[in-house]
Structures are given as C-alpha cells and as structure tokens.
C-alpha cells in the first residue's frame, strides 16, 4: 500500500513538472518578439529592427556615385528642311499652257514641269536672237565689245524670266511660249497650276522639296537647356516604323524660351534613306548630350508606395531606416537615378518590396 502511495506520489510530481514545463516553454515562445520590430521617428521616418538571423538573409548594396551614359529624350515632328524646297514662281504676265505634273509627283533637276505662254518672253527672245546676229565690224574693238555686251544682257533677261541656260542657247528664233523646269530633284509638295489659267509675276505655281535630309522639331525643357549643344548626335523612332533607327544631329536651337511651356524648340537634322519618314510624322528623340555623374541603385532597392518612393537604409546593426527618396528620369535598364533621400556609400536593402510588406505587416496593414 505504501509502494502504491508512493508511485501515485511520483507519477503526479512528473504530470505536474511536465505539464509547467510545457505550458512555460508556450508562453516563451508567445513572448517572443517578431522580426522585424517597428520603431517610429518623430520626422515621419521608421526603423526595421531585425533579428540578426533574419537580417543576414536580406541582400544590400553601396549606393555609389557613377559616371552616366548622357540620353535626353524628347518628342517631335517630322518635317522639310526648308533649305531644300523650292518655289517656282511667275516672273511675267501670262497664261499655262500645258500641265506636266502633279501633286506628290516625284521629278528630277531640268524636268519639264510647265507650258507658259507670254508675250514678255517673245520680245526677250526678239533682243537674244538679233544680238546673236549682229556681225562684228572688221578690226573695230569697240564694236566687238558692245555686240558682246547686248548678247550677255539679251541672255541675262532672258535667265531673269526664268529660263534655263540649256533652254536659251537653243534659241533660233523668238517664240511666246516656254518651257519651265523643276530647279531640283525633289517632290511636288505644292501645286496651284491649271491648264487655262491666266498668271501675273509673283504667282506660286509649284513648291518643290526634298526628303532626303528631313527635319525633327522637338521641344526641350528649359532646365535642360543647358545640355543640349548644336552638333550632338541623336536617334529617332516613329510609329510607323517602330524598329529601325534614323540617325542624326542637332542642326538648330531656338533663341527663344515659350513662356508658357518653358520649352525651347530644336532642330534634328537626319538622315532619309528609302525617303521613309514623311512631314507631320510623330518621333520620339534620344539626343546624346554630355555623360554626368549621379547617384544610381538596383530598380529592386526602390518600393512605390502610396505616391512616393522609398528605400531602406542601413542605420545601425540589423535595423533599417524606411526613408523617402526622389527619382528622376533613367534610360538604363534595371536601375533607378536618385536625385535626393541617399547618399553615396550609404548599405541599402536591394529587396524593398519584401521590406515594405514586412513594414506594413508590423503595422497590421497589407501591402
């Protein structure tokens, strides 16, 4: 009976210490803190405190200062450049004759465009064809002279009508109607000629242009300006033709700021090879201007949250400072340009997104 006792006794003694031991070591662990720990700042900024176990698992970075690749990107619009169009104009009272082109019509230098009839070109052909056959008098210098001197202003008039050299030394005798010739290859752009109409000097009859080399007008920000230099080589891509590069340069920078826009308007010289870009195109513009140095950090060391960026900063062991950054404009890929909130040398946690959930979960928000 004692024995039994006893046993019972020593039984109950071990169901009690396991059952304190048990009920202990849950407590424990219900205690324990989870990583990380928030700590809010006055400023507006938190800390991440974690254990150092977990901290040992987060990737880090040095933000560092680099040399960038100088792109400036903008917008524009194809268009001519007007050094290489043409307006043919009438310089005599008259009416056309014969129609030999069209709108959009691609002609060559010297093609015949145009039949004029006028009778101002009759009378100039009458002086060219009578000082041509005026014979020089035997042994007179003077004589020889001023034949030459009436043929040379008999033909200048005549290239003062518009006639072209090839044209006026086929001259055999005065007639009211002429030929006009394209002045350059090109395209009809322009064209306000019909048969029948009746034409005074200064009339536009033809706007011929080339689309060899094009222009790009683009707008640049005023606080980029002072990047931009006449000569800098760029690249252009247009809608219509999303996967090939037109090459170029900027030609021209306008003296000029919109004061609305605080825009200043350049010109991009290019390139038209298969005369593929057309007037009035859209293109997008990377101008190459000079390489600078800026802060840059893995795009992954960055969270957007709310409307802000932030990045996690190494403040002490195992903790982080949660802290607003401001970005600006990055063409390479994977990175992000920090323009304030960082500084070089400073460790920073590449896996933002997993920091910024676990900094909301401690806050009993979802992320």
């Not at 071990?14 to 009920?23: D, M, N, P, R």
């Not at 200064?202 to 683009?218: F, M, P």
Request: hydrophobic content about 40%; aromatic content about 8%.
């Amino acid at each position: 009976m004692k024995r039994l006792k006893i046993f019972a006794f020593v039984g109950m003694t071990a169901l009690f210490a396991a059952f304190f031991t048990t009920g202990c070591h849950r407590k424990s662990e219900e205690d324990a803190p989870s990583s990380p720990q928030l700590i809010e700042k006055g400023d507006g900024h938190s800390l991440l405190v974690f254990t150092p176990e977990d901290y040992s698992v987060l990737e880090s970075t040095i933000v560092k200062k680099i040399e960038l690749p100088g792109v400036l990107e903008t917008t524009g619009q194809v268009t001519f450049d007007d050094r290489l169009v043409r307006t043919i104009t009438s310089r005599v009272q008259g009416r056309i004759e014969g129609v030999r082109v069209s709108l959009w019509d691609t002609v060559e230098a010297g093609q015949p465009i145009l039949v004029l009839y006028s009778p101002d070109f009759m009378s100039a052909q009458e002086e060219y064809v009578q000082a041509q056959s005026k014979p020089a008098v035997q042994g007179s210098t003077s004589y020889a002279e001023m034949s030459a001197w009436m043929l040379n202003a008999a033909k200048r008039k005549l290239e003062l009508l518009g006639m072209q050299d090839s044209d006026i030394v086929s001259i055999s005798s005065a007639t009211p109607t002429i030929v006009m010739r394209a002045p350059i290859d090109g395209t009809i752009l322009q064209n306000q000629s019909m048969v029948g109409q009746n034409i005074n000097p200064g009339d536009t009859l033809y706007q011929v242009g080339k689309l060899d080399k094009v222009w790009i007008t683009a707008d640049v920000y005023e606080i980029d300006m002072a990047k931009v230099k006449v000569g800098q080589r760029l690249e252009a891509v247009t809608d219509a033709y999303p996967d090939e590069v037109f090459d170029g340069v900027v030609s021209r920078i306008s003296p000029s700021i919109d004061a609305n826009l605080h825009t200043a308007q350049i010109k991009c010289e290019l390139d038209n090879p298969g005369l593929k870009l057309k007037p009035q195109m859209l293109a997008k513009v990377r101008i190459f201007v000079h390489p600078e140095a800026a802060l840059a950090v893995p795009q992954r060391a960055v969270a957007f949250d709310g409307n802000a960026y932030y990045a996690f900063v190494e403040t002490a062991a195992n903790t982080v400072e949660r802290r607003k950054v401001e970005i600006t404009s990055w063409n390479e890929e994977n990175y992000t340009r920090i323009s304030s909130g960082l500084k070089p040398g400073e460790k920073i946690i590449t896996e933002s997104l997993k920091v910024n959930a676990l900094y909301h979960g401690t806050r009993g928000e979802s992320y």
